[in-house]
């Protein structure tokens, strides 16, 4: 597509449910990233994927998260027993290149989650 | 440990009033340096990368610079249309992209 797409853009839930949120990025892009703002926050780093492999994890906060991207294209962020404190914006990236951490992200334009 | 810090965390300005935003970065071995604006409710959008102090980059009424130290967003006659958060990012030799809380320009016309 045209630019990265994420749906839902809003998703509202209840304490301990489920949730799938999912990006579509550009056309090509091999690398996929998942991103969390808080309200006054800097997007905090939760996962990237370069092709079909979650290349680095690391920003995950706990095992209740969890993504994949089965073809290399699309992915869901997965995330079980919801939290009043999982309440953000999740943003997916794509870029064009291979991970070397000075990438040019192409943002979506999130998904809204609120937990109550 | 790596750090980025973009001050101040709020700019009121009028139409047509010039000003900087500031990005001070601690990273060790700097290979990139970005500026994003952010929509209300809306994901970043690239504005620039800067490799190297002394890099200087243009676009309409924004010009970004680089030192060894800090990063200056210019806002040249800036518009109401400008209003947003511009945030500041940067990777050293750990690979990880470092964000700041970003600045948030309000532009009255």
């Known amino acids: 597509g045209a630019g990265v797409s994420q749906t839902p853009s809003n998703k509202v839930t209840e304490k301990g449910k489920y949730v799938e949120l999912r990006c579509d990025p550009i056309?090509?892009?091999?690398?996929l990233y998942w991103y969390r703002q808080s309200l006054g926050q800097g997007p905090e780093f939760l996962i990237y994927?370069?092709?079909?492999?979650?290349?680095?994890d690391s920003g995950l906060p706990n095992d209740r998260f969890f993504a994949v991207r089965p073809e290399g294209s699309v992915s869901t962020l997965k995330i079980q027993r919801t939290e009043r404190g999982d309440s953000a914006m999740y943003l997916c990236?794509?870029?064009?290149?291979?991970?070397?951490?000075?990438?040019?992200?192409?943002f979506g334009a999130g998904s809204r989650l609120t937990v109550l | 440990e790596d750090q980025v810090t973009q001050s101040p965390e709020a700019l009121r300005l009028q139409e047509g009033e010039s000003s900087s935003l500031n990005c001070s970065y601690t990273?060790?071995?700097?290979?990139?340096l970005f500026w994003y604006r952010q929509d209300p409710g809306k994901g970043p959008e690239f504005l620039f990368t800067l490799y190297s102090a002394g890099e200087e980059k243009e676009k309409e009424r924004l010009k970004a610079t680089l030192t060894k130290k800090e990063s200056f967003l210019h806002i040249t006659a800036p518009k109401p249309e400008d209003s947003a958060t511009y945030l500041c990012?940067?990777?050293?030799?750990?690979?990880?992209?470092?964000w700041g809380l970003g600045t948030s320009l309000a532009v009255n016309p």
């Open positions: 990273v060790s071995g700097l290979r990139g």
């Open positions: 994927f370069q092709g079909t492999g979650a290349a680095d």
């Open positions: 990012a940067a990777v050293g030799l750990a690979r990880k992209l470092i």
């Open positions: 056309s090509g892009h091999t690398a």
């Open positions: 990236a794509s870029s064009r290149e291979l991970y070397s951490g000075a990438n040019v992200l192409t």
